[in-house]
């Protein structure tokens, strides 16, 4: 039997859809196998981190940082208080696929979480959930109930003299609590807002002690790796792109939704598996990595795979993975109004760049949209960026300026048809 959950999909699987986030359906998939083989072998933590430093896993939040490597940057032989935190406050545009494991498969994550902890010796960590699924976030409540009532959570797991308590938080649906220190600084009941780094989180995180965040599915392939090994995950995918990666997929293609590939597939097979273009038309452009990814046209998307280095060479990112299809009725003045206008929105506005920067952006791509535009405001965009990119406490500023570098750089044409001519060049608009 194979179950599609969104997208998502479990092959073997025999029991009710209903019931697959249980512990129980999970256990059937070979769950909590990898925690019960590192204890039982009394595995060492620094082996642990070995064979997830051997898989290639890159943070699958957008940074793409190698998550073995960031293991080790704790202090060694801190004796106190280490936390271990999971960013689930998903909030880049065109980005799903957190919230769909959180619903399906919360167990991956909440084993992942445990092995983590044992490889860097916390012993608290917290899970916080974007606060606009609470429905989720109440299923994560109960599955953190299945875990501790079987054993695998809590004090002295499973009779290993191990201990981890874990927690789930409810964060309120700000998008700069997508920024790690955001995050602490909002679990710690403050404002959502950047800290200064340095220090950063590994040596001064979560109430001031050393703290290791990850993303979502980040957490959710370590159990895989423990349990079948790092250089197996490896070869699921190609040389400093190891193992498989979920793609959100959506905009004009005929099937959207969640896809796990291989990292190094081709686009043009992600595209297919997605149905293809809606209504036959023809692709003119994919923002592959969540809206602060630049957007790249067709013809460099077609002959692309989909991994960190492919699509940094293409001059993009694959960032959470979020790919969003823009098919060749999209007018892109207007898909960048829509893309500045959120980052405006979502600033914080505690860096004056920042804060006032996005405003401006903003405010220039609106009056082109609406034939308002002149042909210095072209200049004016991309000197604006200059000013704004690398000089905030956090990356908001950068991810608004990247959607606009990325769009002036492939369509420029366009913008400056609506420059002189006070209309849109595609039909429709």
Known sequence: MTVYVKGVVFEGVEFDQADHWRLAAYQQRGGYSALKKI??????????????????????????????????FLPKGYVGQKYLVCNSDEGEPGTFKDKDILAS???????????????TGASVGYNYIHGEIFEIY???EAALEEARAAGFLGD????????????????????????????????EGKKGQPRYKPPFPATFGLYGKPTIINNTETYASVPWIVREGGQKFLELGKPNNGGTKLFSVSGHVNRPGNYEIPLGTPFAELLEMAGGMRGGKRLKAVIPGGSSAPVLPADIMMDITMD?????????????????VMDESVCMVKALERLS???????????????????WLYRIVHRIEHGEGRPEDLELLASLGDNIAGRTICALG???????????KHFKSE???????KRCLVPGY
């Open 39 to 72: 204890l039982s072998e009394n595995r060492s933590p620094e082996s642990v981190i070995e064979e997830v430093k051997a898989s290639g896993l890159r943070g699958r939040g957008g940074a793409g940082f190698p998550t073995g490597l960031k293991w080790t």
């Open 105 to 119: 498969n919360p167990h991956a994550l909440i084993e992942g979480m445990i092995l983590a902890a044992y490889a």
């Open 138 to 140: 109440s299923l994560f």
């Open 156 to 187: 002295n797991i499973l009779g290993s003299g191990f201990s981890f308590q874990l927690h789930a938080h409810h964060g309120y649906g700000a998008y700069i609590c997508g920024e790690e220190s955001a995050l602490l600084e909002s679990l």
């Open 308 to 324: 960190y280095d492919a699509i940094a060479k293409a001059g993009s990112m694959l960032g959470s993975g979020a790919v969003i």
């Open 341 to 359: 206008y959120f980052y405006f929105e979502e600033s914080c506005g505690q860096c004056t760049p920042c804060r006032e920067g996005t405003g």
């Open 398 to 408: 950068d991810a608004a300026v990247l959607p606009v570098r990325g769009m002036l």
């Open 415 to 421: 913008f400056e048809y609506h420059i002189e001519n």
